[in-house]
DNA sequence: GCGTGAATCATACTTTGGAGTGATGCCCCC
DNA sequence: GGGGGCATCACTCCAAAGTATGATTCACGC
């Protein structure tokens, strides 16, 4: 993470030098003192304050982009006990199937669906499904409502 | 909203020509060509990046920053039909709770509660709570999961 | 090899949810 | 002043969810 930020700014400051350089030839080799310096300063500002712009909004964007994507709360989901098959069930709970189609999906039988259903309500610590959805979101057990999940 | 951007805009706008005219007086007033040009063109672009960034990052998060609070989405209610009182029960069933407490919280009945709720599921074409809540919140009928309401 | 715990399926039972239907009072609007 | 939508309450019926208890199989570890 820290790495990747400074790898990036190095990688900037190099491509700054080179155009600075690249600019620096330029006038010499072409325009040769004719054009009036405060044009040339005016070029050179707008042309970095343009990079800077870029460079500052990848930079921040690198920052904000991994909160959207969901990682999952391991040390909340050892300490409940909860296994990665009631992880399952409550991902098909979460997007309101009822039991039997959760049943379907996973090949089970009802009983067994309802069987990890009250493990997970019990686990929780709450005695209804909707509850433990909430329960499991707010402790990153389950991604927000909207991600999209296999 | 989109004033605001504009305005922000210009007055970095006028900013950097006010500096770059600055920068181009003191040249010629206090280093009268006896510093190198490079080294010259080297300051302005180090500064206009500096800006850049600091202007960059302030246009981005301008943009970020009001997506946290909750609006509801007042057009896909009017188009569904839903009513404010339909809006509380919802708010309430996102929350986990059962039509009982719902109806305890709003001194109604239990037949009232399962008669709103019965309105809200052919409302939103569902035809479980669960979904129900996805579907309102997806919508921004209702906010997301962690959002504090009074 | 024996205990432990996860995953599976089962039976029996209670509670809650949801569909369908209908009634009443209220307010707004034409 | 009558129709329409909303909010409220009511009753029935059936489906779904949840509780309680227990059996079986399998894998893992000491």
Not at 27 to 39: A, G, P
Not at 99 to 114: D, M, P, W
């Amino acid at each position: 993470m820290k790495i990747a930020l400074v790898k990036t700014v190095a990688i900037y400051g190099l491509f700054l030098a080179g155009l600075t350089y690249l600019l620096a030839l330029i006038k010499f080799k072409f325009l040769v003192r004719d054009l009036s310096v405060e044009f040339y300063v005016g070029m050179v500002a707008l042309l970095f304050t343009a990079l800077g712009v870029w460079m500052g909004s990848k930079l921040v964007r690198k920052k904000r982009e991994p909160v959207e994507q969901f990682v999952m709360n391991e040390s909340a989901r050892d300490h409940l006990g909860i296994t990665s098959r009631e992880i399952e069930v409550l991902t098909l709970m979460s997007a309101g199937h009822s039991n039997e189609e959760i049943a379907g999906q996973l090949f089970l039988s009802l009983h067994t669906v309802k069987s990890h259903v009250s493990h997970i309500l019990s686990k929780l610590d709450v005695n209804r499904r909707t509850q433990a959805v909430e329960k499991a979101r707010s402790l990153h057990l389950i991604p927000k409502s909207g991600s999209s999940l296999v």
